[in-house]
């Protein structure tokens, strides 16, 4: 063999001690093109780059192993677990520099077209932009990344912004240390600015509240009814309001609902101490009221440094992670017990059929998952 061709197949782990190289073998008439037939060539995958290589390339901006590098941290296969952790440990000295802002809003707000509008703006005025999603929805309908790619057309071409889509949960879980992971491993690659878009149900509010600076919520006109119906708790996590759509006929019902969801806030408890919430309008369309908005977290942040409101909110952010991290970690564990496994279809039927009570079935799952460790 050639001392500078490379083998077709080595051991990565110690590519010097063995290795493989394919050669055409014997063959009998006609077999090779049916064996040809048969075979669906598939895309030989590049070798995985190590930790050093990822660590240099993040910290140079190198946007291919950036978005690699987080694909390491959102893997759910053990082996890349220490991987990216020890990756991780090293690019956390660079991190935590950034303006993390989370946004929501129900379906169909706008979020993505604000992000794409307000992210093209921070771009403009010459910061770096990076755009993370958590989709709750994405294990049971495959996500919305696709029309989220689509709708944000002009931030995705642009050179200083930055755009990874929702990880896929797996059934366990573990959306926001994905998502925690790739905000820190993208302010290690010197963005500014960090935009954490999620759909405005369930839970997902919460979570990402508890992973941000800033909270924005998103909402639309047509108040009434639906300024009623509005969650009291959702609000009262946010650090702004903003009637989206405020253009062309809307703009005039866009601020009305403004002064009426001024008076509501008014009465609520503010999401950050020394902060009052209030509500702007703004559309994504013509950018009326972008800039803005800009000066309210500027302003935000400029406060909260000074009161040291900033910090304790990202320390109190570290000391939550630690306890959602070990819940992840003990769930995952507690459901991958080969005895649990085994278990827990003949105990869910059991209680399903009324013969166990759900608690007795629970004990002993525990009582298998707690023996069997050492
Ligand atoms: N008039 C007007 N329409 C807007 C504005 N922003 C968004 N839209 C429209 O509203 C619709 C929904 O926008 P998206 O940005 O996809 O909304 P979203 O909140 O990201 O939606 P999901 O990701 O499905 O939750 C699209 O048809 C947009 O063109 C705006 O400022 N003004
Ligand atoms: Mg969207």
């Not at 440990?89 to 169909?108: D, W």
């Not at 690659?189 to 979570?207: C, N, P």
């Not at 306890?323 to 017990?337: A, E, G, P, V, W």
């Not at 059929?353 to 004990?363: D, N, Q, Y």
Request: net charge positive; hydrophobic share 35%.
């Amino acid at each position: 063999m050639d001392a500078d061709k490379k083998p077709e197949w080595s051991d990565p782990n110690e590519p010097d001690k063995c290795s493989s190289v394919i050669r055409r073998g014997k063959e009998q008439e006609g077999q090779a093109a049916s064996l040809r037939k048969n075979i669906r060539f598939q895309k030989r995958r590049s070798s995985e780059p190590a930790v050093e290589e990822l660590y240099t390339g993040v910290l140079a901006g190198d946007r291919g192993l950036l978005a690699r590098a987080i694909t390491l941290v959102e893997s759910n296969a053990e082996q890349h677990f220490q991987k990216a952790q020890n990756l991780l440990q090293r690019l956390l000295q660079h991190s935590g520099k950034s303006l993390r802002i989370g946004i929501t809003g129900v379906p169909g707000a706008g979020k993505s077209t604000f992000i794409e509008t307000f992210g093209t703006y921070l771009c403009d005025q010459g910061y770096r932009v990076a755009v993370l999603a958590i989709d709750p929805s994405s294990s049971i309908s495959g996500g919305s990344i696709l029309g989220d790619k689509t709708r944000m057309e002009l931030l995705a071409r642009n050179p200083r912004a930055f755009i990874r889509p929702s990880p896929s949960a797996g059934k366990l879980g573990g959306v926001h240390r994905k998502t925690r992971e790739a905000m820190l491993i993208c302010e290690a690659a010197g963005f500014d600015v960090i935009l954490v878009e999620t759909v405005g149900v369930g839970q997902s509010e919460v979570i990402i509240r508890d992973m941000v600076d800033f909270f924005l919520l998103l909402v639309l006109t047509g108040a009434g009814d639906e300024l009623q119906g509005m969650k009291k708790g959702i609000m009262e996590l946010a650090d702004a309001l903003i009637v989206h759509k405020a253009d062309g006929a809307n703009k005039q019902k866009a601020e009305q609902t403004r002064k009426e969801y001024n008076r509501i806030l008014h009465f609520l408890q503010p999401a950050t101490k020394g902060w009052s919430t209030k509500a702007y309008t703004c559309s994504s369309l013509n950018g009326d009221g972008i800039e803005g908005i800009w000066e309210v977290l500027k302003s935000f942040e400029r406060n909260g440094k000074e009161t040291g409101v900033f910090e304790d909110r990202r320390k109190g952010q570290k000391r939550e992670w630690i306890y959602s991290m070990i819940t992840d970690q003990l769930q995952y564990s507690f459901f991958h017990h080969p005895e649990v496994r085994l278990m827990l279809p003949q105990l869910e039927n059991e209680v399903m059929s009324g013969e166990k009570t759900v608690a007795s079935a629970v004990e002993k799952l525990f009582h298998a998952f707690l023996s069997g460790k050492e």
